[in-house]
């Protein structure tokens, strides 16, 4: 099993930025994905969960309309966009799945993804 | 909204002895969905356990947790070298993660 996620990226205030992570080594649709990221010597924050088999997502209240999560079924790979960057959103961000039937956690997560919003 | 406290923030002990980590809940959560996790610097967070007390694959039986209600415990009975690390209770299985804000454990 293995999910491996996007390299690093630097953006500016204001812009967008989309990570993606490729799933493979295990039936994709059987695992939701989730998006956790981590601020600098900080915890860790969900932002949100899609359902690889339907596409459905939920995202945490306070991203609500500045993050959109896609899949493509073809590739195994999942793609979370964050737009309206401020440096606040500079962290690194992961991956991980979740079974879709009886949950035990997130028992495998991508290496992450630093994303950096500096002018 | 859950939320969830770990105490201490940071645990100062020697390789050796045990280690008793705590999370609370701010109301009752299902047993079932709470885990822990282990992390490194510069590492992805390592599922330790979930259930709350069923160990993950090849985590060392050293690692143990318990609880219910609003008050879980992780502990690790003998710590080792590697041990020390942060260690994150989290609530997952109702499409929503929820994070308690971490407990280091340091070596005195």
């Known amino acids: 099993v293995q999910l491996v996620q996007s390299g690093a990226e630097v953006k500016k205030p204001g812009a967008s930025v989309k990570v993606s992570c490729k799933a493979s080594g295990y039936t994709f649709t059987n695992y939701h994905i989730h998006w956790v990221r981590q601020a600098p010597g900080q915890g860790l924050e969900w932002l949100g969960i899609i359902n690889p088999s339907g596409g459905s997502t939920k995202y945490a209240q306070r991203f609500q309309g500045r993050i959109t999560m896609t899949r493509d079924t073809s590739t195994n790979t999942v793609y979370m966009e964050v737009g309206s960057l401020t440096s606040e959103d500079t962290a690194l961000y992961y991956c991980a799945r979740e079974a879709t039937e009886a949950p035990r956690g997130n028992d495998y997560w991508g290496q992450g993804t630093l994303v950096t919003v500096s002018s | ?108």
Request: hydrophobic share 30%; charged share 15%; net charge neutral.
């Open chain 2, 1 to 108: 909204e859950v939320v969830l406290t770990q105490s201490p923030g940071t645990l100062s002990l020697s390789p050796g002895e045990r280690a008793t980590l705590s999370c609370r809940a701010s109301q009752s959560v299902s047993t079932s969905y709470v885990a822990w996790y282990q992390q490194k610097p510069g590492q992805a967070p390592r599922l330790l356990v979930f259930g709350p007390s069923t160990r993950a694959t090849g985590i060392p039986d050293r690692f143990s947790g318990s609880g219910s209600g609003t008050d879980f415990t992780l502990t690790i009975s003998r710590l080792e070298p590697e041990d020390f690390a942060v260690y994150y209770c989290q609530l997952y299985g109702g499409s929503v993660l929820t994070f308690g804000g971490g407990t280091k454990v340091d070596i005195k």
